[in-house]
Every structure is written in structure tokens, then in C-alpha cells.
């Protein structure tokens, strides 16, 4: 009885070293894997980016995506390359940047990945690429410091020094209400002249962007600034613009941050403000004609109650930094972030309404307080079209997802033109066992139990 213990112990032995070895022969026979060969990326603005990727596996490739990251904003954004399923494949993808919908403002950083899936269920996922979307009709130079960079063509290279330099003493300056906020990357464009910046902006109308002329433009979420350096005021343009996006960055939650807030904090971070707001509010005052102000949550229609608006809503933000502390700031812009209404982060910071809070303003200023009717009529800009001194645009609406892919692969260097990428493989999963080859294994195994069975009732 012993002997035979012993022989069947070497005789299961030798079973598992044959299964494991026969799967690994099946593997090497049938191995399944994909390879990423290179890729082009090119840049056609202002309609878009295309792609071009070339891919292989031993069983035929089904889906190639690319999942893109504008600026600063943490989701991804993927479109899927249309091609036929093959082992060997060549697939383009056009991406669109020409409507309002899609667009993306010159000088932004962009981030992309590449996600290949054949039949077999192998699935490869690149490392992250980037490359700047700069306007192609000119040939940029840039300076870079802090997290920030200024990118600009032509002979205006004292004027991108100068908009550096204002930024960062502008996120010095406020830092004490932005804390951390004000070291996240920012990245700006320099256009010489009207002309030059029409293709930049985003794409609205023709007529509203060829008779107005734009000073700069915030791209809030993604963390880019469009900036005209031919204007009188295009430092305080800059300083003012750039803290919109701070204000973003601060108080990104549900809650939308009411314009009287935005403006308020830009035109009080400005290093170079307008005296054109002071004026107005000077004006209003004499009169003992303001607007209710806390009563917009955008701003009115018309380019006089704008200045007056500016100038209210800087106004009121230094009265409320001056009698409540800097502190005090700093703490609703967390309370907004993380509250579900305004009036309830106002009133959890400072333990008054809004309306309180603005005639403690109004009384520091010597004017007729705000009565607040029971059935308020919300003050409604005028159904045109105007682009302001100190325009913020919203972003475009696009379908969303939350980042899916890797995160946590190195980043390559940034490009501006064609980039190829040196072929990479991915690990893929072992083949299924034959079934022939379980079936005997199987057999012989029960075999050898009810063998071993009769052996003890002998």
C-alpha cells in the first residue's frame, strides 16, 4: 500500500508539469498581442487636429480611440477612428475645433492617449502625449515661469516679459485669498492686433467679432488666457483676466459664482485698474443711483451700467475684504465650493444675507439702502449681443467622461508639429486550454481516484 502511494504521488506530479507546460506550448503557439507602431498628430487650426495611427495584433483590430484633456480641465474627452477590422490597420480621425461647441482657444496645452482593443479582448493603452494648439498662422516664441507661460510672434517681446511679470505679481498679490490656486499652470497667448485675433477668438459671429474689439478673454476651466497687446490697458487686461480663472479654480463646485463676485475679485486683484469704473461709480454715487447689485447673477445689457457694474462690484468686494478680513474671502470661496447655494455659503461665511452684506456697503458709502420687495424683479441685461471691456467667456458643452485611462504613465515631452511614437507592445492573456487536452487530463485523473478507492477496500 505504501509503494503505491508513493507511485501515484509522482504520477500526479508529473500530471501538473505537463499541464502547466502544455499551456504554455498552446500560448507560444497561438500568442495574442498588440502592437502600437507610431502615430501623427497635425495641427489644422482653426478647424481642428487630425490623427493618424498605425496599429497590428494577431487577431483583428475592433476599436481605436483617443481620449484628449484641454488645459487644466480633469476629464477627458474620446472619439472613436473609423476603420475597417483588420491585423494590420492605418485609421485617421479628424477632430473639430470650429464651433462653438468644440472649440478650443490657441495656446491651450492638450493632453492625449490612445486605446487599441482587438477580437481576442487584448486591450493596449499608450502613454499620455501633448502638444500646444497654437495658432498656425503665425510662428511662436514663448517665456515660461512659475507654471506660467506667455506665448507671442513678432516684435513685441517687452510686452510678453511685461505680461509675465504682471501675472505672477498679480498671484502674488492675491494669494492670500487663493491660496494654492495661484501656482496652477496658466498659459497665454499675445496677439499684436485686432486683425491678428479674430481667428482666435471663439466662433461667434463675424459681424459682433469684426466691430467690437475684444481686450482679452478668460478661458475659465481650461486655464488659457487670449490676450491684445496693441491696447492701452493690455496689462490691467491681462491681471484682471487671469484672476477670473483663479476665481474658477476656487470655487468650482455646483454653485454658479454670480458675476458681481468674478468681476468684483478680478478688478480688485488688478495692478493696473480702470479709471473708467471708478468714474461711474463716483457718477452713481453723486446721484444716489446704483444698481442692486447682489440682485444679478449675471451682468446688465447695457455699456454704461457695465462700467457702473465693474466699478460696484470692485467696490463692494474691497469693502468686504476691508471690514471682514482677507480671511473671511478666502473662507466663502471654500464655502462655495463645497455648499449647494450662494445665499447659504454667504450665510454660513459672514452670518448675513447677501443683501445685508450690501447695505452695510451702501451705508459705508452714504447712499439710499437696498429694499429688497417681495416679489423682486431680477434686473435682465437687453436681449443684444455685446462683448464687454473685460469679456468672460463660458465654455462650449461638450459630452464628457471621466478619465478611464491611465494616469499614471509618463508624460512626453511637448510638441507643436507631427509626432511619431517607437512601436511598444502591451502583455496580453494567455490562450484557453484545449478542450481535447482537459478531457484526457480530467479522465485520467478520475481515473486514478477510483484506482486508489479499490486499492483501500483491498
Known amino acids: 500500500m505504501r509503494n503505491y502511494k508513493i507511485k501515484l504521488f509522482y504520477v500526479l506530479i508529473f500530471l501538473s508539469i505537463s499541464f502547466y507546460s502544455s499551456q504554455s506550448f498552446l500560448n507560444a503557439q497561438n500568442p495574442s498581442s498588440i502592437t502600437f507602431n507610431d502615430y501623427e498628430i497635425e495641427n489644422k487650426f482653426p478647424l481642428g487636429i487630425k490623427f493618424d495611427v498605425n496599429a497590428t495584433s494577431t487577431s483583428r483590430i475592433t476599436d481605436i480611440s483617443v481620449n484628449m484633456w484641454k488645459g487644466e480641465i480633469g476629464v477627458g474627452v474620446y472619439k472613436n477612428f473609423d476603420f475597417e477590422f483588420d491585423q494590420n490597420v492605418n485609421a485617421s480621425l479628424f477632430w473639430y475645433t470650429n464651433s462653438s461647441d468644440t472649440y478650443i482657444p490657441p495656446g491651450t496645452n ?4 490612445f486605446k487599441i482593443n482587438n477580437e481576442s479582448g487584448d486591450e493596449l493603452t499608450s502613454e499620455i502625449f501633448e502638444f500646444v494648439y497654437h495658432d498656425i498662422n503665425f510662428s511662436w516664441d514663448s517665456i515660461v515661469d512659475e507654471g506660467f507661460v506667455v506665448y507671442y510672434h ?40 485686432p486683425i491678428e485675433m479674430i481667428e482666435g477668438l471663439p466662433p461667434e459671429s463675424k459681424t459682433i467679432r469684426r466691430e467690437l474689439i475684444t481686450q482679452g478673454m478668460a478661458f475659465n476651466t481650461i486655464g488659457t488666457l487670449l490676450i491684445l ?22 470655487t468650482e463646485g455646483i454653485v454658479s459664482v454670480p458675476s458681481w463676485l468674478h468681476e468684483g475679485l478680478a478688478e480688485y486683484a488688478n495692478i493696473y485698474p480702470s479709471f473708467s469704473f471708478t468714474n461711474a461709480l463716483d457718477m452713481a454715487i453723486i446721484n444716489d443711483d446704483l444698481l442692486p447689485l447682489t ?12 462700467l457702473l457694474f465693474y466699478g460696484q462690484s470692485e467696490s463692494f468686494i ?6 471682514f478680513g482677507v480671511e473671511k474671502m478666502k473662507e466663502l470661496l471654500v464655502a462655495i465650493k463645497s455648499s449647494t447655494t450662494l445665499d447659504s455659503a454667504i450665510q454660513e461665511t459672514y452670518g448675513q444675507t447677501k443683501v445685508q452684506l450690501e447695505n452695510l456697503w451702501r451705508s459705508s458709502l452714504g447712499v439710499s439702502l437696498y429694499i429688497q ?6 434686473p435682465t441685461p437687453r436681449p443684444l449681443p455685446t462683448i464687454s471691456l473685460y469679456s468672460l467667456t463660458p465654455q462650449s458643452g461638450s459630452s464628457q467622461i471621466q478619465n478611464t485611462f491611465q494616469d499614471s504613465i509618463s508624460i512626453s515631452e511637448p510638441t507643436n508639429q507631427n509626432q511619431s511614437n517607437s512601436t511598444s507592445s502591451c502583455n496580453t492573456k494567455p490562450n484557453e486550454l484545449n478542450a481535447d487536452y482537459l478531457t484526457i487530463f480530467a479522465g485520467t485523473f478520475v481515473f486514478l481516484i477510483i484506482l486508489l478507492g479499490r486499492k483501500y477496500k483491498e
Open 154 to 193: 513678432g516684435p513685441v517681446k517687452n510686452r510678453a516679459y511685461k505680461i509675465l511679470e504682471t501675472i505672477k505679481e498679480t498671484a502674488n498679490k492675491m494669494e492670500p485669498i487663493f491660496g494654492e490656486y495661484v501656482n496652477s499652470p496658466i498659459a497665454v497667448t499675445v496677439y499684436n492686433n
Open 295 to 306: 440682485m444679478f447673477s449675471g451682468q446688465p445689457g447695457t455699456s454704461e451700467d457695465k
Open 373 to 378: 420687495s417681495k416679489n423682486p424683479l431680477v
Open 229 to 250: 497687446a496693441s491696447g492701452a490697458d493690455y496689462l490691467g487686461t491681462a491681471s484682471h483676466e487671469m484672476t477670473h480663472i483663479l476665481v474658477h479654480r476656487s
Open 318 to 323: 474691497s469693502f468686504l475684504i476691508e471690514e
Open 110 to 113: 492638450i493632453k492625449y492617449q
